[in-house]
């Protein structure tokens, strides 16, 4: 009987030359991170950072016209194309609309996705929002996260644990509030006014979901829903016309120390929040 081929923790881990600094946005749908995280995205490349884009879900359920195999390749074209506009590097999603949930599958497959893309900062969903698709791809997004350095955790495909820290930056939810309808307050402010043009375009780029929003959801303009949000959170940060806003996840596990990458990277484009500070304190 052939034993099972082992290897030492050291093996298992890359180490060498840091590479170029990244980022990845994860959201769950595409068109997500278009609506919540593409100007901060943006604003990382300009800033040298290789950008990388990944929605769990295909987007298969997002349409009344068609089956879900066409739908799931009409908004994989889509997206393609939004990543291109963003100059991001694209990743095939996990699965299929309704169908994320937090499992081991799609653990090992996002986990792999990480160690390979290796970002120090990941950019994801709130983990409070109106819907189960989103707050699980921020559960699903921390923990891969968190596993990255794990030589004994498994990824499929098979990646090497990887070295380095990772600050996880929570976006806002869909129409700034929780599933219970209380008010969600951003850590800190991006001014992505300067990007917003290039974030609108990519947004155009899900054509499909204009109509499939209006009729399921209600929302009476595609791209101007995200553009109130988009002034609404930069009448939020008192600086900035147009803004996103983001939580940074508890540091443990994550870096030695509290970080905040994106106030680094991005200067004066970057307020945070000193009401929300204050009360995390009391």
């Not at 082992?6 to 180490?15: G, I, K, N, R, Y």
């Not at 559960?139 to 996260?145: D, G, H, P």
């Not at 803004?243 to 004066?268: K, M, Q, V, Y």
């Amino acid at each position: 009987m052939q034993k099972k081929k082992t290897h030492s923790q050291a093996s298992l881990v890359q180490s060498g030359p840091a590479p170029k600094a990244g980022a990845i946005a994860i959201g769950a749908h595409p068109d997500d991170i278009e609506f919540l995280m593409a100007g901060t995205l943006l604003l990382l490349k300009e800033a040298g950072f290789e950008i990388h884009y990944l929605t769990l879900a295909s987007g298969n359920c997002g349409s009344a016209q068609y089956n879900g195999a066409a739908t799931r390749q009409i908004r994989n074209t889509e997206a393609r194309t939004a990543a291109g506009i963003l100059g991001a590097v694209f990743h095939p999603s996990l699965t299929d609309d309704l169908e994320i949930l937090y499992n081991l599958t799609l653990l090992r497959a996002l986990a792999a996705v990480i160690r390979h893309t290796r970002p120090s900062i990941v950019l994801t969903h709130s983990p409070e929002d109106y819907m189960e698709d989103h707050t699980t791809t921020s559960r699903l997004a921390v923990t891969a996260a968190f596993a990255r350095g794990m030589p004994n955790f498994e990824t499929v495909p098979e990646r090497r644990a990887v070295e380095g820290e990772v600050t996880v930056y929570h976006a806002m939810p869909y129409g700034l509030r929780d599933g219970m309808r209380r008010r969600i307050v951003p850590e800190a402010f991006v001014d992505t006014g300067s990007v917003h043009k290039t974030k609108h375009a990519a947004l155009a780029a899900h054509a499909s979901q204009h109509h499939w929003l209006d009729v399921s959801q209600g929302v009476n303009s595609y791209l101007l829903s995200m553009e109130d949000m988009s002034l609404e959170v930069g009448r939020m940060s008192g600086a900035f016309k147009h803004a996103e806003g983001w939580r940074r996840h508890l540091h443990l596990g994550f870096s030695a120390a509290p970080r905040d990458p994106l106030a680094e990277a991005l200067g004066t484009r970057y307020a945070r929040n000193a009401a929300y500070e204050q009360g995390l304190a009391s």
